[in-house]
């Protein structure tokens, strides 16, 4: 019994990024793996392919979405966004913590009730060399904690982060913020472009809440084989 409710809470922590390039792949995609898991991340290149409609054919499978939209523009633009987005059937939706205050706000302000407003602190493709390209001279970690600290101030409910920030994340708020972390690889896949990586398990054992991973599964021979591989190792 155990190890079965074990099993049920891996799958409930483990989203999968639709990065695929039709409404069609995504549909097969889910149809797929919608008995082993139940969260499914939207993000830009199928929300620009396929547009909105995609959230309602996914949702009315049962499934649970993350619109990930990481939305970063002037403040009253995310606001009526984050309303629009918010009257879709998602249950999750990411905005860009680099925003600043004033647009974190205003988000926060926009979003009905049920929906989980996620900020973005820095990018798991982004190391100290590309912060310190676009005029950032912290390291990604010290940014990370600012911008986590940042959000939690202007009441976002949760926050992206690769998993090597989850113990800092941690230590600083305790349970009190979900941690949802991409950049996940399990010891057998590339790691594509993502660098600042770790295994499902270790992001677990450091404390996210939810993993989000794509390319290993959405790019496996067989996306079923690859999904239930990560939840028997978590
Ligand atoms: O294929 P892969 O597992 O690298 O996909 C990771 C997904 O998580 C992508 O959809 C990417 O947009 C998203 N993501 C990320 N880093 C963040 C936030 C989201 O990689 N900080």
């Not at 074990?6 to 549909?27: C, W």
């Not at 988000?107 to 820095?122: C, D, F, I, Q, R």
């Amino acid at each position: 019994m155990k190890s079965h409710g074990n099993a049920d809470q891996a799958r409930e922590r483990l989203i999968v990024a639709l990065d695929v390039e039709t409404a069609t792949d995504a549909f097969a995609l889910v149809s797929t793996l919608k008995g082993e898991i139940s969260w499914f991340k939207i993000g830009l290149q199928l929300f620009t392919s396929a547009g909105p409609s995609i959230i309602r054919k996914i949702a009315d499978s049962g499934a649970r979405i993350f619109l990930d939209l990481k939305l970063h523009d002037i403040p009253n633009t995310v606001a009526k966004a984050v309303g629009a987005a918010g009257a879709h059937k998602v249950q999750m939706l990411s905005i860009h913590l680099s925003g600043g205050r004033a647009m974190i706000e205003a988000a926060v302000t926009a979003k009905p009730e049920n929906l989980t407003l996620l900020g973005v602190t820095v990018l798991t493709s982004c190391d100290t060399e590309t912060l310190r390209e676009t005029g950032i001279s912290a390291t990604p970690r010290e940014q990370v904690l600012r911008l986590a600290e940042l959000g939690r101030q202007c009441g976002i409910d949760a926050l992206v982060a690769s998993p090597q920030e989850i113990e800092p994340l941690r230590g600083k708020f305790g349970a009190s913020m979900k941690i949802i972390a991409p950049g996940i690889r399990p010891g057998w896949s590339d790691a594509d472009d993502q660098k600042r990586v770790m295994t499902p398990r270790e992001a677990i054992e450091k404390g996210a809440d939810y993993i989000v991973i794509g390319r290993p599964i959405t790019a496996h021979s067989d996306p079923l084989a690859a999904v239930r591989k990560i939840v028997a190792d978590l």
